[in-house]
């Protein structure tokens, strides 16, 4: 099968950097699929699920914050504020982050604090929901 290079980047480590098969992203429209030789976009990316195929390899899950695809010229990069496996997500922090994420969209605050808040909502929902499951 063709493969096409794709670097998933996150804030504090890069999660993967190698060949693949198949990407699927969650965006605005929906899950978009990426495969070898697709033509050229940058499109912005949800908080969600990912999911990868590495060359020759099983298929890889994971949790992303909101971020940024470019596919160009066979290489996609995926930039992410976070990207985890649901294996690794300590479902204790999510719960307390979202309950402080609740509170905080409660407080008075300006129009950018209500955002953060919002955001920080999304991503702690997210990881509640993937966490641990056989997804």
């Not at 209500?114 to 993937?130: E, Q």
Request: hydrophobic letters at 45%; aromatic letters at 8%; proline letters at 2%.
């Amino acid at each position: 099968m063709n493969t096409f290079k794709l670097r998933i980047l996150a804030c504090d480590k890069v999660f993967f950097d190698g060949d693949a098969e198949q990407l699927i992203v969650p965006t605005k429209d929906g899950e978009w699929g990426i495969m070898a030789n697709h033509s050229q976009m940058v499109s912005a990316i949800e908080i969600g699920l990912i999911k990868y195929k590495p060359k020759d390899g099983e298929w890889v899950k994971a949790i992303v914050s909101d971020g940024l695809l470019d596919v160009r010229n066979n290489v996609v990069e995926l930039i992410v504020y976070s990207c985890e496996k649901p294996e690794e997500i300590d479902r204790f922090r999510a719960e307390a982050a979202k309950e402080r994420a609740l509170e905080q969209m409660l407080a008075k605050q300006s129009i950018r604090e209500y955002h953060v808040s919002a955001a920080s909502l999304a991503r702690a929902m997210a990881r509640l929901k993937y966490s641990g499951k056989d997804i």
